[in-house]
């Protein structure tokens, strides 16, 4: 199994532009989130989905859409890049919502000039 | 709503000595706590969680926590620490019955072993 995978690993942007983080994860998992993760401030949620079909936001979803058509991908969407979205962005996976602990993919690391 | 607090934003401690980081939380029914440990320039690798029975976890490595309702801490502990144990660490809670689908994070506790 690969697990939780991201791309890409490294992203540079302009401010306005826009752009997907790619995760996929191949342990059927259900459940499935996004975290950014900034200095000081540990992991903030972005989003989450408890399967295919379904998300719903978390604590710092302004600025950031998702979808769920499948139950492997779960796609980040930047719709118009800022430069408080510089960060590293984590996506997790987990078999239940409640009592599953997270795998987590590699990151990626976003800068918006 | 649910928080997680890691009062120490770094630990010290040399080789073979005890090693504990701290955890302590907020939630409004019964907690589900976990732990996880960053190593630099990778995601976060799960090392243990409390769910339910008894209070002394343990999880990957040689480390362990003991969940404490009363002082609503859940800190982390190894006997015997060793330089390949630093990293940052965090604690994160689910409270299933008011928090619903969220995990939520504490800021990190960055732990150096020494020689």
């Known amino acids: 199994n690969a697990g939780v995978t991201q791309t890409p690993k490294f992203q540079v942007l302009k401010t306005g532009q826009s752009m997907t983080l790619q995760c996929a994860q191949d342990?059927?998992?259900?459940?499935m989130s996004w975290y950014r993760q900034d200095p000081g401030m540990g992991l903030r949620l972005i989003h989450y989905?408890?399967?295919?079909?379904?998300?719903d936001q978390g604590e710092v979803p302004n600025g950031y859409n998702v979808s769920r058509s499948t139950t492997e991908d779960f796609p980040l969407r930047l719709l118009s890049a800022a430069p408080s979205q510089t960060s590293v962005y984590f996506c997790?996976?987990?078999?239940?919502?409640?009592?599953?602990?997270?795998?987590f993919g590699p990151g990626t690391r976003l800068t918006v000039t | 709503a649910q928080s997680v607090a890691q009062p120490e934003d770094q630990v010290n401690v040399a080789e073979g000595n005890p090693l504990t980081v701290k955890c302590t939380y907020s939630?409004?029914?019964?907690?589900?706590l976990f732990w996880y440990v960053q190593y630099p320039n990778r995601g976060l690798q799960f090392l243990l969680k409390?769910?339910?029975?008894?209070?002394l976890v343990k999880g990957s490595y040689g480390f362990e926590a003991e969940f404490n309702k009363s002082q609503t801490s859940f800190h982390l502990k190894k006997p015997s620490a060793l330089v390949s144990d630093s990293a940052l660490y965090f604690c994160?809670?689910?409270?299933?019955?008011?928090?619903?689908?969220?995990?939520?994070f504490g800021t990190g506790t960055q732990l150096k072993v020494e020689l």
């Open positions: 994160a809670v689910r409270d299933p019955t008011g928090g619903g689908n969220k995990l939520t």
């Open positions: 939630v409004s029914g019964n907690p589900y």
């Open positions: 409390y769910i339910t029975g008894d209070n």
């Open positions: 342990m059927n998992h259900e459940y």
């Open positions: 997790a996976s987990s078999y239940s919502s409640g009592r599953g602990e997270q795998y």
């Open positions: 989905s408890v399967g295919a079909g379904i998300t």
